[in-house]
T-cell receptor, first 114, second 111 residues
Framework: EPEVTQTPSHQVTQMGQEVILRCVPI?????FYWYRQILGQKVEFLVS????????KSEIFDDQFSVERPDGSNFTLKIRSTKLEDSAMYFC????????????FGPGTRLTVL | EDQVTQSPEALRLQEGESSSLNCSYT??????LFWYRQDPGKGPEFLFT???AGEEKEKERLKATLTKKESFLHITAPKPEDSATYLC????????????FGTGTSLTVIP
């Protein structure tokens, strides 16, 4: 069964460093998302991406964040200058099309900022 | 802001002891309500989508129902492998494709 994959599974970085989290959505899906989950808290929406542009973003998704679909399979989240409070699980999700609402999530990347 | 509240926060059941999890929501126009299962350190795993009051969906020992203000996830004769956190998420017509998640119910089924 097709699934969303994410790499790396765990990323440790120093405060102020740039990180790129990578995702491979399900191959015939057209809508892509990033969410984050701080330990013990709820899953929070960051950004949605469709047709090579951001369609929605939350207040969390400030100028330090960016997303890109560099090729036909990868979807990346970049954090330019990480802060301690960026430590969280980051989940990528995808959905097939306009009339299909279910989002399918990847296993997540645990980001630890020291 | 749209709100999703799940209760209880944690639930311990004996194997075979049926129960229900609650998800209350306040959105201006519900586009869909989604149930997910999350195992520790893993991503949410899709279970059900519900769109309108009165709708029900079933899968093995799980049944999800929806009213105009809340949804229930009924677990019938649970097994230890049903132990997980169950997340509820809602999608509203006026906020596009994003999901609003609740904090989840942590279910433990004791053999």
């Amino acid at each position: 069964e097709p699934e969303v994959t994410q790499t790396p599974s765990h990323q440790v970085t120093q405060m102020g460093q740039e990180v790129i989290l990578r995702c491979v959505p399900i191959s015939n899906h057209l809508y892509f998302y990033w969410y984050r989950q701080i330990l013990g808290q709820k899953v929070e929406f960051l950004v949605s991406f469709y047709n090579n542009e951001i369609s929605e973003k939350s207040e969390i998704f400030d100028d330090q964040f960016s997303v890109e679909r560099p090729d036909g399979s990868n979807f990346t989240l970049k954090i330019r200058s990480t802060k301690l409070e960026d430590s969280a699980m980051y989940f990528c999700a995808s959905k097939r099309g306009q009339g299909i609402n279910e989002q399918f999530f990847g296993p997540g990347t645990r980001l630890t900022v020291l | 802001e749209d709100q999703v509240t799940q209760s209880p926060e944690a639930l311990r059941l004996q194997e075979g002891e049926s129960s229900s999890l609650n998800c209350s929501y306040t959105v201006s126009g519900l586009r869909g309500l989604f149930w997910y299962r999350q195992d520790p350190g893993k991503g949410p795993e899709f279970l059900f989508t519900l769109y309108s009051a009165g709708e029900e969906k079933e899968k093995e020992r799980l049944k999800a129902t929806l009213t105009k203000k809340e949804s229930f996830l009924h677990i019938t004769a649970p097994k230890p492998e049903d132990s997980a956190t169950y997340l509820c998420a809602v999608q509203a017509w006026d906020t596009g494709n994003q999901f609003y998640f609740g904090t989840g119910t942590s279910l433990t089924v004791i053999p």
